[in-house]
């Protein structure tokens, strides 16, 4: 299996008023290409710095990470930048829609930096929005959507360009336990039938529980790799 993500003996420290925060100490961690992770844990455990550390959204203070083949501890920062644009979806919590932009609009975004065609865009976002159970609702924007509805287009903009990974933070932390459950099962389902490779964060027990392969975080470590079978 090609591999998607790797990282070694990877270490993460914060410097708070001269006092060291240790989040991450020596993880040893790799994702192959078309997996579909958890990262588990208490509040506290490393989860979302792991995440932000792949992502490139910050940098390790010890260790390597390679992602896609790159290895992005050693990139600048416009290169992370262009690293992040081509290869990496992300998820949030919140998720992080532009209010001023309509659901096509925001699903559009990614592809517009990439420097993809307007005819191109409109077509793969009016088909993604009607895969995902939006059809008819892409004139909308993000505050006449529901928390699910704007999840799923969360989603959405994460996949269209075809990365190597999403990453999702939390993303049914905000959402009914009905709604989560349908997220995640299109996530599922979007790991399936394309092949996308995700690596979501979670305390969320549902989450865990439905994911192929589980990776559990304690103090900064992993402790637990579980495969389902």
Known sequence: MHEIVVCERVSKAYHVNQITVPALHDVDFKIGEGEFVTLAGPSGSGKTTLLNLIGGLDQPSAGTIHLAGNRIDSLTPGELADLRLRQVGFVFQSYNLIPVLTARENVELVMELQGVAA?????????????????????????????????????????????????????????????????????????????????????????????????????????????RS
Not at 180 to 196: V, Y
Request: proline share 4%.
């Open 119 to 227: 005819n191109a865009r409109s077509t793969l976002s009016a088909q993604l929005l009607d895969q995902i159970g939006l059809a008819g609702l892409g004139d909308r924007q993000p505050a006449e959507l529901s928390g699910g509805q704007q999840q799923r287009v969360a989603v959405a903009r994460a996949i269209v360009s075809r990365p190597s990974i999403v990453l999702a933070d939390e993303p049914t932390a905000n959402l009914d336990s009905e709604t989560a459950r349908d997220l995640i099962r299109l996530m599922l389902s979007l790991n399936q039938k394309r092949g996308i490779t995700f690596l979501i964060s979670t305390h969320d027990l549902m989450v865990m529980e439905l994911a192929p392969r589980r990776v559990t975080l304690r103090d900064g470590r992993i402790v637990d790799n579980q495969v």
